[in-house]
């Protein structure tokens, strides 16, 4: 951005444009998949392909986003049912911050 003298508007359209291929951009793409594709890996979801930066289609796109979503969701309720049921025996429900109380 700084060699350019862009800011981050200007970069990122360029990134999303498929005529745009200089080093520097298709860097910066394959920065953003990789990132992605760590993302999902920390989770476990190692089975869930990451589209291209640019030149993904609209239905690969929404496919993809729907999926993460999906799994967020499931992850959200499973965990949410956990702390439930382990925070079902503590006194109102409440967790312990590790505070000490004098």
């Not at 993302?39 to 729907?66: I, K, N």
Request: glycine share 8%.
């Amino acid at each position: 951005m700084k060699g350019n003298e862009v800011g981050l508007t200007t970069t990122y359209n360029r990134l999303k444009d498929e005529t745009v291929t200089d080093a520097a951009v298709q860097s910066l793409r394959a920065l953003h998949e990789a990132v992605d594709r760590v993302v999902l890996d920390a989770y476990g979801w190692s089975d869930v392909q990451v589209p291209p930066y640019c030149g993904a289609t609209a239905p690969q796109l929404e496919a993809f986003e729907d999926e993460v979503l999906d799994r967020l969701f499931e992850l959200n309720e499973r965990r949410a049912r956990e702390e439930a049921r382990q925070g079902a025996g503590a006194a109102g429900g409440k967790k312990s911050r590790g505070k000490k109380t004098a």
